[in-house]
Nanobody, 126 residues
Framework: VQLQASGGGLVQAGDSLRLSCAAS????????MGWFRQAPGKEREFVGG????????YYADSVKGRFTISRDNAKNTVYLQMNSLKPEDTAVYYC????????????????????WGQGTLVTVSS
């Protein structure tokens, strides 16, 4: 599976942005998907995850209520809708695919993911 993230940019605090992650390969629908982010000088952190069917979603506490993850398996694409953006949301955002999604925990840790996109930069100015 190859992943291509897009949609990043420079926005002001309070604005919205939608990230997309397009996947190649006909087996996209079997993968759990996740979004992570990495700010300068910080470790990569979990943002949100979605099950293969889209029926289950998971979020970091820092984005809960502001971000929404969704997927369209017919388009091989997963989305991250980000509302009420804050300067602390500034980071490079990565999408990733995970074959082993037996537990919620597996969505939240980077080492459980099998494939990664190249990242897209989101900058939120105050």
């Amino acid at each position: 599976v190859q992943l291509q993230a897009s949609g990043g940019g420079l926005v002001q605090a309070g604005d919205s942005l939608r990230l997309s992650c397009a996947a190649s390969g006909r087996t996209f629908s079997i993968y759990g998907m996740g979004w992570f982010r990495q700010a300068p000088g910080k470790e990569r952190e979990f943002v949100g995850g979605i099950s293969w069917s889209g029926g289950s979603t998971y979020y970091a506490d820092s984005v809960k209520g502001r971000f929404t993850i969704s997927r369209d398996n017919a388009k091989n694409t997963v989305y991250l809708q980000m509302n009420s953006l804050k300067p602390e949301d500034t980071a490079v955002y990565y999408c990733a695919a995970n074959k082993n999604t037996l537990y919620r925990y597996y969505y939240t840790v980077a080492y459980k993911y099998d494939y990664w996109g190249q990242g897209t930069l989101v900058t939120v100015s105050s």
